[in-house]
């Protein structure tokens, strides 16, 4: 089940919200967590009994490692709890992968494994895991009850497409947190604005993108009109899911982290990865880079440590090598901004602007490609290699037909709306109160429109 | 103080609305058929384990609820008219409004598809008419995206290069007549894909003169009060106004007759059948629709010619308009008949032929037997 979907949003949402609202608040852990699994049976039933026993085995083993007085069985059950995380995660996610490179690297004929991804399973896997490393280093005590636990991993807001929630970071609210109608109503329009984000900004992207796909007259404007709109998708696509991710975390008591902050006006790569996919990069930094010896290290073993870092997190959005290579593209990109180019950036916002959005573009469009030399001919269509027309009917007719939802696009992936709705809130603070709902009301009966109509609704971070 | 009256509201106005939408959710009678859309609504999925199991059951319920939805069509042109007007696209969901007309893109030229009809006619060919030594004829109807894509500044075919690649895949065994000349955008509903039957006298007359029959041409117009309401009407979901639907009609008309041989025997129906003018597709008054196997027969004709009209829907309100110039005239619709069983209903022996499609179908010619 996704959140932009009529069954989320019209069955499952209302009869969750009010049952959990019902029951008294010791009771509202087990709710989430039976609604939790509902919610993840229903897209994938199969899967269910895996993500129990992931579940299973890290309170298990949290619990094993906490009563540990000696630190060799302390780190005998941590390694135990990482190998069953990462060998499930290995084995779902990334063993038909090894096997199908092998293959193709020896020659040597071996069966393709056909193994169905799990949804989700990198998200809960790195919270699972999290969980067990705080624990073993002391950041937390284990968590003695298993509902609190199970309802932190499997908790249906962030369960399939993170944020990646930290254990340390809502440990107290899993066992005392507060409802308001502050937090309900921030909640709400939270859900809301993510909601319109996803249906009525990323789903047209998306359609745009599509056509890229059955493309009857490439040109020049076309492979760039598809590299910016897949850019513009996957950040309203996959920051409107944080914001409905927050927005219900919140209406049910939970303070999420952010997942993103405007990461399209970053003047560095170094900076673009602060302010995308924040969760996930920062459980890199704290769980792999910062173990490795992070900066303070020679420098021999600092570029290694970057460069595995950014591998892995290609590595972690897909099973496949444009996802590695995407990874090493932003750890060349970092190097270089560490050791080259990063200070000629500095007081250019123009210049340093234009190439963080270049690299990207071209970043994105390596990730989105079915294979390399689909990315290859995209970007040399790009770069006006490709013996393209510089333009075609086709790319002008969709680019008329699309204009205002890439400007609409372009503008809100700046800070300057939010910016311009808060000056104006302040000013006119009556008259906000009242338009606020109505706002958001429209914006809930138009994504209704979209969703009912049937238009396109994959949602991108599923894969992961 | 005011902050938290806000929040009070505006939590309380949002899940007011959350729940009155869900109550109508789980309570609003299910609806079989929509007409709009002119097709079957999906129903409640059967709950059973192995549906659950397989991931079918969840798949059916969101397709149920998206059917179910109270409001549908409401909320579908709530969509449309946001799509083309708020954000300005230049056609929602494929269908575009301009100069007064609804349309549908035809786009682009999809070669495989006219391989496809071309391959299904030469089927024909070597049958049936190879050893028949009657003349055949072909002509394409170009949609009304003919005069309104381009000149609207939407994705258009480039119909010249369309019919020219489509006639040298028909290959020369059929000569080409050319009805282009005699249409133009008027001649078309404003909601639906067809020709308007009052306004294609000179399709008929060009048709006739070139297989070498004349036609009088003299009709009394009758206008149906009830309104029309194209199949672009339903799939736009736009606040269109309806159309008007006519039909022709004079003394040799009357006293023809149409039998259809859709299940394999022969059923009496009418040329102009009126029940269809409330019905869900009123355009199939021509002809009471699009048959498998139709004969036309004219017992007033001044010639014991036939013809055999290979077609598609555009041609029910065409035919009636031909009847004058042959003594019958066969129509074969082999979308819903395998051309292979045509020989134990038709006796091919020299009769006119001819194939009579639109640049819709031969674009899209998958459904072709």
């Given at each position: 089940?996704?959140?932009?979907?009529?069954?989320?949003?019209?069955?499952?949402?209302?009869?969750?919200?009010?049952?959990?609202?019902l029951?008294?608040?010791?009771?509202?852990?087990?709710?989430?967590?039976?609604?939790?699994?509902?919610?993840?049976?229903?897209?994938?039933?199969?899967c269910?009994?895996?993500?129990?026993?992931?579940?299973?085995?890290?309170y298990?083993?949290?619990?094993?490692?906490?009563?540990?007085?000696q630190?060799?069985?302390?780190?005998?059950?941590?390694?135990?709890?990482?190998?069953?995380?990462?060998?499930?995660?290995?084995?779902?996610?990334?063993?038909?992968?090894?096997?199908?490179?092998?293959?193709?690297?020896?020659?040597?004929?071996?069966?393709?494994?056909?193994?169905?991804?799990?949804?989700?399973?990198?998200?809960?896997?790195?919270?699972?895991?999290?969980?067990?490393?705080?624990?073993?280093w002391?950041?937390?005590?284990?968590?003695?009850?298993?509902?609190?636990?199970?309802?932190?991993?499997?908790?249906?807001?962030?369960?399939?497409?993170?944020?990646?929630?930290?254990?340390?970071?809502?440990?107290?609210?899993?066992?005392?947190?507060?409802?308001?109608?502050?937090?309900?109503?921030?909640?709400?329009?939270?859900?809301?604005?993510?909601?319109?984000?996803?249906?009525?900004?990323?789903?047209?992207?998306?359609?745009?993108?599509?056509?890229?796909?059955?493309?009857?007259?490439?040109?020049?404007?076309?492979?760039?009109?598809?590299?910016?709109?897949?850019?513009?998708?996957i950040?309203?696509?996959?920051?409107?899911?944080?914001?409905?991710?927050?927005?219900?975390?919140?209406?049910?008591?939970f303070?999420?982290?952010?997942?993103?902050?405007?990461?399209?006006?970053?003047?560095?790569?170094?900076?673009?990865?602060?302010?995308?996919?924040i969760?996930?990069?920062?459980?890199?930094?704290?769980?792999?880079?910062?173990?490795?010896?992070?900066?303070r290290?020679?420098?021999?073993?600092?570029?290694?440590?970057?460069?595995?870092?950014?591998?892995?997190?290609?590595?972690?959005?897909?099973?496949?090598?444009?996802?590695?290579?995407?990874?090493?593209?932003?750890?060349?990109?970092?190097?270089?901004?560490?050791?080259?180019?990063?200070?000629?950036?500095?007081?250019?916002?123009?210049?340093?602007?234009?190439?963080?959005?270049?690299?990207?573009?071209?970043?994105?469009?390596?990730?989105?490609?079915?294979?390399?030399?689909?990315?290859l001919d995209?970007?040399?269509?790009?770069?006006?290699?490709?013996?393209?027309?510089?333009?075609s009917?086709?790319?002008?007719?969709?680019?008329?037909?699309?204009?205002?939802?890439?400007?609409?696009?372009?503008?809100?992936?700046?800070?300057?709306?939010?910016?311009?709705?808060?000056?104006?809130?302040?000013?006119f603070?009556?008259?906000?109160?009242?338009?606020?709902?109505?706002?958001?009301?429209?914006i809930?009966?138009?994504?209704?429109a979209?969703?009912?109509?049937?238009?396109?609704?994959?949602?991108?971070?599923?894969?992961? | 103080?005011?902050?938290?009256?806000?929040?009070?509201?505006?939590?309380?106005?949002?899940?007011?609305?959350?729940?009155?939408?869900?109550l109508?959710?789980?309570?609003?009678?299910?609806?079989?058929?929509?007409?709009?859309?002119?097709?079957?609504?999906?129903?409640?999925?059967?709950?059973?384990?192995?549906?659950?199991?397989?991931?079918?059951?969840?798949?059916?319920?969101?397709?149920?609820?998206?059917?179910?939805?109270?409001?549908?069509d409401?909320?579908?042109?709530?969509?449309?008219?946001?799509?083309?007007?708020?954000?300005?696209?230049?056609?929602?969901?494929?269908?575009?409004?301009?100069?007064?007309?609804?349309s549908?893109?035809?786009?682009?030229?999809?070669?495989?598809?006219?391989?496809?009809?071309?391959?299904?006619?030469?089927?024909?060919?070597?049958?049936?008419?190879?050893?028949?030594?009657?003349?055949?004829?072909?002509?394409?109807?170009?949609?009304?995206?003919?005069?309104?894509?381009?000149?609207?500044?939407?994705?258009?075919?480039?119909?010249?290069q369309?019919?020219?690649?489509?006639?040298?895949?028909?290959?020369?065994?059929?000569?080409?007549?050319d009805?282009?000349?005699?249409?133009?955008?008027?001649?078309?509903?404003?909601?639906?894909?067809?020709?308007?039957?009052?306004?294609i006298?000179?399709?008929?007359?060009?048709?006739?003169?070139?297989?070498?029959?004349?036609?009088?041409?003299?009709?009394?117009?009758?206008?149906?009060?009830?309104?029309?309401?194209?199949?672009?009407?339903?799939?736009?979901?736009?606040?269109?106004?309806?159309?008007?639907?006519?039909?022709?009609?004079n003394?040799?008309?009357?006293?023809?007759?149409?039998?259809?041989?859709?299940?394999?025997?022969?059923?009496?129906?009418?040329?102009?059948?009126l029940?269809?003018?409330?019905?869900?597709?009123?355009?199939e008054?021509?002809?009471?629709?699009?048959?498998a196997?139709?004969?036309?027969?004219?017992?007033?004709?001044?010639?014991?010619?036939?013809?055999?009209?290979?077609?598609?829907?555009?041609?029910?309100?065409?035919?009636?308009?031909?009847?004058?110039g042959?003594?019958?005239?066969?129509?074969?619709?082999?979308?819903?008949?395998?051309?292979?069983?045509?020989?134990?209903?038709?006796d091919?022996?020299?009769?006119?032929?001819?194939?009579?499609?639109?640049?819709?179908?031969?674009?899209?010619?998958?459904?072709?037997?």
């Amino acid at each position: 089940m996704v959140f932009s979907s009529i069954p989320f949003l019209y069955y499952y949402l209302p009869a969750v919200l009010a049952v959990y609202f019902l029951v008294p608040r010791q009771g509202k852990n087990l709710i989430l967590l039976l609604a939790s699994l509902f919610f993840y049976g229903w897209g994938e039933p199969a899967c269910l009994p895996l993500m129990v026993l992931s579940v299973a085995q890290g309170y298990v083993f949290g619990l094993a490692m906490e009563k540990s007085k000696q630190q060799r069985w302390k780190k005998l059950w941590l390694l135990l709890t990482l190998a069953c995380s990462l060998g499930a995660l290995l084995w779902f996610k990334y063993a038909g992968f090894f096997v199908g490179s092998f293959a193709a690297f020896t020659g040597i004929p071996v069966p393709a494994l056909k193994i169905a991804l799990p949804i989700g399973i990198s998200f809960y896997t790195f919270q699972i895991m999290s969980y067990s490393v705080d624990v073993y280093w002391g950041k937390t005590a284990a968590q003695k009850n298993p509902i609190h636990l199970a309802a932190y991993v499997s908790m249906f807001p962030q369960l399939i497409a993170g944020p990646i929630v930290r254990y340390t970071d809502i440990a107290r609210q899993l066992e005392r947190r507060t409802h308001s109608w502050e937090k309900l109503s921030l909640g709400i329009r939270r859900f809301l604005l993510g909601l319109g984000k996803k249906v009525l900004i990323a789903n047209q992207l998306g359609a745009l993108c599509g056509q890229y796909q059955s493309l009857h007259e490439p040109s020049v404007l076309f492979c760039w009109l598809y590299a910016c709109a897949f850019t513009l998708q996957i950040y309203f696509d996959f920051s409107g899911y944080s914001d409905m991710a927050i927005g219900l975390g919140r209406m049910l008591g939970f303070d999420f982290t952010e997942n993103f902050h405007y990461p399209y006006v970053s003047r560095s790569v170094t900076e673009f990865w602060r302010r995308w996919h924040i969760s996930l990069g920062s459980w890199f930094r704290d769980y792999v880079y910062i173990p490795l010896g992070g900066n303070r290290v020679s420098r021999g073993k600092w570029l290694r440590n970057i460069l595995v870092v950014w591998m892995l997190t290609g590595f972690w959005h897909g099973a496949a090598w444009n996802f590695v290579l995407w990874g090493l593209w932003y750890g060349l990109l970092l190097l270089g901004e560490k050791l080259l180019w990063g200070r000629g950036l500095e007081g250019r916002p123009v210049l340093s602007r234009v190439y963080v959005m270049l690299a990207v573009i071209f970043g994105f469009v390596l990730f989105n490609a079915a294979s390399l030399s689909d990315a290859l001919d995209c970007m040399s269509g790009m770069l006006g290699l490709g013996g393209l027309p510089l333009c075609s009917g086709e790319a002008l007719y969709y680019l008329r037909s699309y204009a205002v939802v890439l400007i609409l696009a372009v503008v809100g992936a700046t800070p300057l709306p939010a910016r311009a709705f808060r000056r104006l809130g302040e000013r006119f603070e009556g008259v906000f109160t009242l338009l606020e709902p109505v706002g958001l009301a429209l914006i809930l009966l138009l994504s209704t429109a979209y969703l009912v109509d049937g238009s396109f609704n994959p949602f991108l971070y599923f894969r992961f | 103080m005011m902050k938290h009256y806000k929040h009070q509201i505006q939590t309380i106005l949002l899940g007011l609305l959350l729940l009155v939408m869900a109550l109508l959710c789980w309570f609003h009678p299910e609806q079989l058929y929509s007409d709009s859309e002119r097709r079957v609504l999906a129903g409640a999925p059967e709950l059973s384990w192995e549906e659950i199991r397989s991931g079918d059951y969840m798949r059916d319920f969101e397709a149920y609820t998206l059917d179910q939805f109270p409001g549908r069509d409401g909320f579908r042109r709530l969509k449309a008219v946001s799509a083309l007007e708020l954000f300005r696209q230049l056609d929602n969901n494929g269908l575009y409004s301009a100069m007064g007309y609804t349309s549908k893109l035809e786009y682009p030229m999809h070669q495989n598809m006219m391989d496809h009809a071309a391959g299904r006619f030469q089927r024909i060919w070597d049958l049936y008419l190879k050893d028949s030594g009657g003349p055949v004829w072909l002509s394409i109807i170009p949609d009304k995206n003919c005069w309104l894509a381009e000149e609207s500044g939407r994705l258009s075919l480039d119909y010249d290069q369309f019919i020219q690649t489509f006639r040298s895949l028909a290959g020369e065994e059929m000569t080409y007549i050319d009805i282009t000349p005699c249409l133009s955008l008027e001649d078309y509903y404003r909601t639906d894909t067809h020709w308007r039957q009052e306004s294609i006298s000179d399709v008929a007359q060009t048709l006739a003169a070139a297989m070498g029959r004349e036609l009088n041409g003299e009709y009394e117009t009758v206008t149906l009060e009830e309104p029309f309401y194209g199949v672009y009407y339903g799939q736009s979901a736009l606040p269109l106004l309806p159309d008007r639907l006519s039909y022709l009609t004079n003394e040799t008309l009357e006293n023809c007759t149409l039998t259809s041989y859709d299940t394999g025997k022969p059923v009496d129906k009418e040329i102009y059948d009126l029940s269809q003018a409330g019905s869900r597709d009123p355009y199939e008054l021509f002809l009471s629709g699009s048959d498998a196997l139709q004969v036309l027969e004219n017992p007033n004709a001044d010639t014991d010619r036939e013809l055999i009209i290979f077609r598609d829907s555009f041609a029910s309100s065409l035919v009636p308009l031909l009847a004058e110039g042959w003594s019958s005239i066969v129509l074969v619709d082999i979308r819903y008949v395998d051309p292979a069983m045509l020989g134990a209903f038709i006796d091919f022996h020299g009769q006119d032929v001819l194939f009579l499609y639109s640049t819709l179908l031969l674009n899209n010619s998958l459904g072709l037997r």
